[in-house]
């Protein structure tokens, strides 16, 4: 597995990843990712906003996605579109795509990370994931998107294990 920027002939096959976990990206996230990859690949030369990456074979199957863009409301980048292909979970491309953004969040002077994931029954393994990896759960609201999707908020503080690698 490696891991590299997005380019454009990416975005079709990772939103049909996005597309194969409805629970986690329902069309409504979804139909976020085409502005944003656009405004990524247009502003190549500043990736201080922004940054998508995908996680790929030898054979350069895409198998991952993740990206970062700056929040101004919390003043925090956000880890956003977190997907992995499901023949391909558990084997730790989440947490490398993860661990990526967050040594580049680090390299542009931050220290904390935002993340946002659904909170329903069904991402509880989302959620167990995302505290395994080293992120807090700082706010749980009901509702939020739309009823029955609600929005779960975590933070991730760096630390030396990210600094070192």
């Not at 997005?6 to 597309?19: A, C, G, I, N, P």
């Not at 906003?49 to 925090?76: F, K, M, P």
Request: glycine share 6%; hydrophobic share 35%.
């Amino acid at each position: 597995m490696n891991i590299r920027l997005l380019v454009s002939e990416d975005q079709d096959e990772v939103k049909k990843l996005m597309e194969d976990h409805p629970l986690q990206f329902p069309s409504f996230i979804i139909d976020k990712y085409p502005q944003r990859w656009s405004n990524f690949l247009k502003l190549k030369s500043n990736r201080k906003s922004n940054g998508y990456y995908v996680a790929y074979t030898e054979a350069n199957q895409i198998i991952g996605h993740a990206g970062y863009r700056y929040d101004e409301v919390t003043g925090l980048y956000e880890i956003v579109g977190v997907v992995v292909k499901r023949d391909f979970k558990r084997k730790g491309i989440g947490k490398a795509l993860i661990e990526t953004i967050c040594m580049q969040v680090e390299k542009l002077g931050e220290r904390k990370v935002i993340l946002y994931t659904l909170g329903h029954r069904e991402n509880e393994a989302t959620i167990i994931f995302y505290k395994h990896i080293g992120f807090q759960l700082v706010k749980y609201e009901k509702d939020f998107f739309i009823p029955g999707f609600h929005r779960v908020t975590f933070v991730r503080t760096m630390n030396e294990e990210v600094r070192k690698r």
